[in-house]
């Protein structure tokens, strides 16, 4: 089992960057693949990014912006969004998967949520 937390949500304008971190506690976060997601009022939760063993998948939304990685020393997980826009603002979402090779961008395929953090973008 493995505890999530998201840390470094906040407000930027547009334009701007910001970086989230998740960091897993309990198991090891290298024995998951890890993603984000990320919730807007009014919309359903959609899939941002994920890593596993395979490598990495953005959404088209966030390609050429964000960028995941991931530090297993630290048992932490990346999220550098940058070039931010205001359709961006959501609560951020990290999970973890126990699909390590397979990119999972259905949210049914996480096995373990942190609480969220919010990033909100002004025009």
């Known amino acids: 089992q493995v505890q999530l937390v998201e840390s470094g949500g906040g407000l930027v304008q547009a334009g701007g960057s910001l970086r989230l971190s998740c960091a897993a506690s309990g198991r090891t976060s290298s024995a998951y693949s890890m993603g984000w997601f990320r919730h807007a009022p009014g919309k359903e939760r959609e899939f941002v990014v994920c890593?596993?063993?395979?490598?990495?998948n953005y959404a088209d939304s966030v390609k050429g912006r964000f960028a995941i990685s991931r530090d297993n020393t630290k048992n932490t997980l990346y999220l550098q969004m940058n070039r931010l826009k205001p359709e961006d603002t959501a609560v951020y979402y990290c999970?973890?998967?126990?699909?390590?090779?397979?990119?999972?961008?259905?949210?049914?395929?996480?096995?373990?949520w942190g609480q969220g953090t919010q990033v909100t973008v002004s025009s």
């Open positions: 999970a973890a998967s126990t699909e390590i090779w397979r990119w999972v961008t259905d949210e049914s395929g996480y096995d373990y």
């Open positions: 890593i596993s063993r395979g490598g990495t």
